[in-house]
T-cell receptor, first 117, second 114 residues
């Protein structure tokens, strides 16, 4: 079965550079979530999109932006990278919202490991 | 996360039962989840429980929920070496759009002793 695809899987950048992470949800899934997991930390919610519109926002820095495109894939753009941005970035997708169904499981991708030097 | 707490480490002998505990804060969470993360891998949903349930059993996994104390536990029966991983509990928050935002616990690293 198709899963959530994230690219690249690994990315090395220097301070003050820009990075773009991509997420391809499971086919027919219309909701995308981004999470950041620092070394030895729990995943922290960054932002989510439903039907190409931002639906919720968490602890996402102003230097980061994201969008969901017409084919439902999403990109997380990170500018002025800092050492503290080094983390594993997960994307998850789900079908519909909790209003439309009683339960909508989030399926997680393998993550993109970003290292900022 | 700061609102969801777990013990950081648990060591269990192979074949014994593992019990991983979690304390959460949001009493309005509709669902509570257990995720498994193996080294270098993504998050795998193990099981979930609806907030109006006390217990859910799924093969070797048993989830207990005490809503009054906001306490969630995961019991793994007959623990195997393949169960070695970090286990995260997560509570859910529903946004105005109906999306379910997850707040994860600090994670419990389960080590199996041969």
């Amino acid at each position: 079965a198709a899963g959530v695809i994230q690219s690249p899987r690994h990315l090395i950048k220097e301070k003050r550079e820009t990075a773009t992470l991509k997420c391809y949800p499971i086919p027919r899934h219309d909701t995308v979530y981004w999470y950041q997991q620092g070394p030895g930390q729990d995943p922290q919610f960054l932002i989510s999109f439903y039907e190409k519109m931002q639906s919720d926002k968490g602890s996402i820095p102003d230097r980061f932006s994201a969008q969901q495109f017409s084919d439902y894939h999403s990109e997380l753009n990170m500018s002025s990278l800092e050492l503290g941005d080094s983390a594993l970035y997960f994307c998850a997708s789900s079908l519909g919202t909790s209003r439309e169904r009683s339960y909508n499981e989030q399926f997680f991708g393998p993550g993109t490991r970003l290292t900022v030097l | 996360g700061e609102d969801v707490e777990q013990s950081l480490f648990l060591s269990v002998r192979e074949g014994d039962s593992s019990v991983i505990n979690c304390t959460y804060t949001d009493s309005s969470s509709t669902y509570l989840y257990w995720y498994k993360q193996e080294p270098g891998a993504g998050l795998q949903l193990l099981t979930y429980i609806f907030s109006n349930m006390d217990m859910k059993q799924d093969q070797r996994l048993t989830v207990l929920l005490n809503k009054k104390d906001k306490h969630l536990s995961l019991r793994i029966a007959d623990t195997q070496t393949g169960d070695s991983a970090i286990y995260f509990c997560a509570e859910s928050h529903i946004s105005n759009f109906g999306n379910e935002k997850l707040t994860f616990g600090t994670g419990t690293r389960l080590t199996i002793i041969p």
